[in-house]
């Protein structure tokens, strides 16, 4: 059974950064995408960035471009996300993602993810 294990939300003020940590544990790390995805109070889930088995590409949801990196390290079975520039309106539950398919691309679609940690929160004041 997979399972994912997210750390390192909080409170930050606007314009400031945190980093997401995301350990997998239960299968072969190294060959399945991996995404982060976020929902807000009353919006629905929405992809925030995503990055294939092993690292050599990724894909961001426009409105983060530019301020967030996705990466990992497969010898630590861990994906991170680094958020700078943070904003009020990022604030939501942040969720990473395991991909379904062995050596597929960095989907944004939720259905392209199978397995999902349990999230964690992301606060940026104003």
């Known amino acids: 059974q997979v399972q994912l294990v997210e750390s390192g939300g909080g409170l930050v003020q606007t314009g400031g950064s945190l980093r997401l940590s995301c350990t997998v544990s239960g299968r072969t790390f190294s060959i399945y995408p991996m995404g982060w995805f976020r929902q807000a109070p009353g919006k629905e889930r929405e992809f925030v960035a995503a990055?294939?088995?092993?690292?050599?590409?990724?894909n961001y949801a426009s409105s983060v471009r530019g301020r967030f990196t996705i990466s990992r390290d497969n010898a630590k079975n861990t994906v991170y996300l680094q958020m700078n520039s943070l904003k009020p309106e990022d604030t939501a539950v942040y969720y990473c993602?395991?991909?379904?398919?062995?050596?597929?691309?960095?989907?944004?679609?939720?259905?392209?993810?199978?397995?999902w940690g349990q999230g964690t929160q992301v606060t940026v004041s104003s």
């Open positions: 993602a395991a991909g379904t398919t062995a050596w597929s691309w960095p989907s944004n679609a939720i259905h392209d993810f199978g397995s």
């Open positions: 990055i294939t088995g092993n690292g050599g590409r990724t």
